[in-house]
């Protein structure tokens, strides 16, 4: 994993793709939407990747439901944590707000092209935001690689909603959305550790769980 400065803030520069928590227990592999279903049912932790294709996972990472974003083990190892709605707030703030900080957060590669508009954003921020898709809501299909990236935060909105972070292939903008608790979702991690956890560059984060 890599991490980039970004205003006072460090961030992960690629989505999480983690399969352990931070004490070592498996997080399970989701390998079917009704598995899917049944885990969001159950309220028990899983993540899968998109399409359930592991030729998937370099580019995205994995998709995660919000049972393991919010388990009490945490899915971050020490240093880091899931970003909350505030965070995002001073993110989207220092890249010129929520109108225009999408297309500095959208990677320069990977987003379709529709009608002739392309979907690439500038990446001028490193934080290299790519489409992942998601899962979505009831019926576990997935939708939208290739046209959105869409993030958790650690702020619930409601009993059954998240407030997520969104960005889209045909705008500029950095969105706010309440996302289901049985939606699958990207995570990215923010770093509030010592300046040796969160130094700029890659590492493996297996070597900290």
Same mark, same amino acid.
């Given at each position: 994993m890599s991490v980039v400065t970004i205003g006072?803030? +460090?961030w992960s520069k690629e989505n999480l793709s983690v399969s352990t928590f931070q004490d070592g227990t498996a997080i399970s592999e989701i390998s079917s939407s009704a598995q899917w279903q049944e885990y969001a049912s159950s309220e028990t932790p899983g993540w899968c990747y998109y399409d359930f294709d592991a030729g998937n996972a370099q580019t995205?990472? +994995?998709l995660y439901n919000w049972y393991?974003?919010?388990a009490s083990n945490a899915i971050c190892p020490d240093g880091y944590r899931v970003p909350t709605a505030a965070d995002f707030v001073t993110l989207? &703030?220092?890249l010129g707000g929520n %109108?225009?900080?999408g297309l500095k957060l959208k990677n320069n590669e990977y987003? %379709?092209?529709l009608t002739r508009q392309s979907g690439n954003g500038t990446n001028e921020s490193n934080f290299t935001g790519n489409p992942g898709g998601y899962v979505k809501s009831d019926t576990a299909e997935f939708w939208d690689q290739g046209w959105s990236a869409n993030f958790w &935060?650690? &702020?619930t909105a409601s009993a059954t909603e998240v407030i997520s972070r969104r960005l889209v292939w045909s705008a500029n903008s950095f969105n706010v959305s309440n996302a289901p608790m049985d939606m699958g979702l990207s995570v990215? %991690?923010?770093c509030t550790g010592s300046s040796e956890v969160c130094s700029d560059g890659d590492f493996d984060i297996t070597d900290m769980f």
């Open positions: 006072t803030q +460090k995205y990472g +994995k393991a974003v919010s989207s &703030t220092y %109108l225009s900080s987003w %379709l092209t &935060t650690q &702020t990215r %991690l923010i």
